[in-house]
């Protein structure tokens, strides 16, 4: 058994294993809303398949809630830990066996192999420091973790986005995660909740999160599908809606609908930005609701 994995007993252990476990519901309840949130360009949702055909609105879920192990033990993994080279071995020792999890439960299918590197290291960053839940310190401290080595990763994976990144001299999710995730805390949060202040429902809000991350982001999804082409239609697609007045208002849905048809028309998907929604979202709940009390005790905002 990997030691961090170790039951420790007594009090000390009941609280981390509550505070783990409530990371984890936090991190797959972000993955669900993310792909339950409609209609969303190219990307699968409640009604649609997007640019997908191995995918759809149950197997992101099943997928989802597959990981839920997988993101408690991470968050156990950085229960109270500083950040070293050990804790980045353990966490990706931990993350390869979550993705190997996701790909028995979705007979190969890559449903979720970026998220769990995005939440997975907010996760851990989470448990490090769990009274320190401010986005911006969450997410460089998630960044310091991502920045140091790990002796036992691939050095290359041949996967789509690694490809992509190669081509295309883009960061892809290793630099969004080395720069402390830029396009979360710069881009996703602020837009959310400015919409949400402006009286934009909860849907519309997140909609415009999304697309203020694909106006502004290299999405190797994008670009290992369509290439710069398609990259470039995305993002102009992305900022027509926004300059429209956002996705809840009239001219902003028609202007979605448009980017929606052009996307599946290319048969793109900008997976990318909906990881850094799943992760904006995963940060904004967990500013506002305490993991560490169980649910129904002070401090949990039910």
């Known amino acids: 058994m990997d030691p961090v994995l170790t039951p420790r007993g007594g009090t ?21 809303d993310e792909v339950t949130l409609t209609p969303k360009p190219g990307l699968v949702d409640i009604r649609s398949r997007g640019a997908h055909r191995d995918l759809d609105w149950s197997l992101m879920c099943h997928s ?24 980045r071995e353990s966490i990706g020792a931990i993350g390869r ?16 192999r970026g998220a769990i590197w995005a939440l997975g290291l907010l996760v851990t960053a989470a448990a ?21 080595p790990d002796r036992h990763a691939p050095g290359f994976t041949g996967n789509k986005g690694e490809l992509a990144c190669r081509a295309y001299g883009v960061g892809g999710a290793r630099g969004q995660a080395h720069a402390g995730f830029p396009h979360v805390v710069h881009v996703a949060l602020p837009k ?17 999160a999304l697309l203020a991350v694909m106006a502004e982001l290299d999405d190797t999804c994008v670009l290992s599908r369509g290439g710069p082409a398609a990259l470039a239609c995305a993002q ?67």
């Not at 000390?12 to 669900?32: E, F, P, Y």
């Not at 066996?97 to 979720?112: C, D, K, P, Y």
């Not at 959310?192 to 415009?208: F, K, N, P, Y």
Request: charged residues 20%; contains cysteine; glycine residues 10%.
């Open 236 to 302: 102009a697609g992305a900022r027509a809606v926004l300059e429209s007045g956002g996705a809840g208002t009239r001219a902003g849905r028609a202007a979605l609908h448009a980017l929606e048809r052009e996307l599946i028309a290319r048969n793109v998907s900008p997976g990318g930005a909906a990881d850094l929604l799943a992760a904006a979202l995963f940060l904004d709940r967990f500013e506002t609701e305490d993991p560490i009390q169980p649910k129904g005790e002070p401090g949990w905002n039910n």
């Open 97 to 112: 066996n979550g993705e190997a999890a996701m790909l028995a439960a979705t007979g190969g299918v890559n449903t979720h």
């Open 128 to 148: 490090m420091a769990p009274s320190e839940r401010a986005p911006a310190r969450v997410a460089a401290r998630a960044g310091g973790l991502a920045r140091l």
């Open 192 to 208: 959310l909740r400015q919409s949400r202040a402006v009286g934009a429902t909860e849907d519309a809000a997140r909609l415009d």
């Open 64 to 87: 989802a809630r597959t990981l839920q192990p997988t993101f408690t033990a991470l968050a156990e993994a950085g229960a109270g830990a500083a950040s070293s080279p050990a804790l």
């Open 12 to 32: 000390c252990r009941t609280r981390r294993s509550g505070m783990a476990d409530r990371l984890a519901d936090l991190a797959v309840a972000a993955l669900i």
